[in-house]
């Protein structure tokens, strides 16, 4: 079992920035791919970013390329998502999401793609 934590949620402006973190307790991430979704009441939990468990390769929906970047620490414990230019289409939810990754260069963008789930975190994009 991965116990997943998000952190760095937060209201805010529109135009601004924030970096979401995830990190498994008691353990380093390192053979995990990992994404980021998000959901809204009412609506379907969907793709934000997911990263390789080698770092190496990514992978965004349409509406947050340009904007957001996933990315790993160096020893592999931390998954971030920095998100840039925040707009009120963007308040979430957002849930970090792991699987062990089959290959180096797996990437997931399905809720099905992945075994271990956190609790999510609140972004709120006032305009």
């Known amino acids: 079992q991965v116990h997943l934590i998000e952190s760095g949620g937060d209201l805010l402006q529109a135009g601004g920035s924030l970096r979401l973190s995830c990190a498994a307790s008691g353990r380093t991430l390192s053979s995990y791919g990992m994404g980021w979704f998000r959901q809204v009441p009412g609506k379907a939990r969907e793709f934000v970013a997911a990263i390789s468990k080698s770092g190496s390769y990514t992978d965004y929906a349409d509406s947050v390329k340009d904007r957001f970047t996933i990315s790993r620490d160096s020893a592999k414990t931390t998954v971030y998502l920095q998100m840039n230019s925040l707009n009120s289409v963007d308040t979430a939810t957002y849930y970090c999401?792991?699987?062990?990754?089959?290959?180096?260069?797996?990437?997931?963008?399905?809720?099905?793609?992945?075994?271990?789930w956190g609790q999510g975190t609140q972004v709120t994009v006032s305009s």
């Open positions: 999401a792991a699987r062990p990754s089959p290959s180096a260069r797996w990437i997931g963008r399905w809720e099905s793609d992945y075994w271990y």
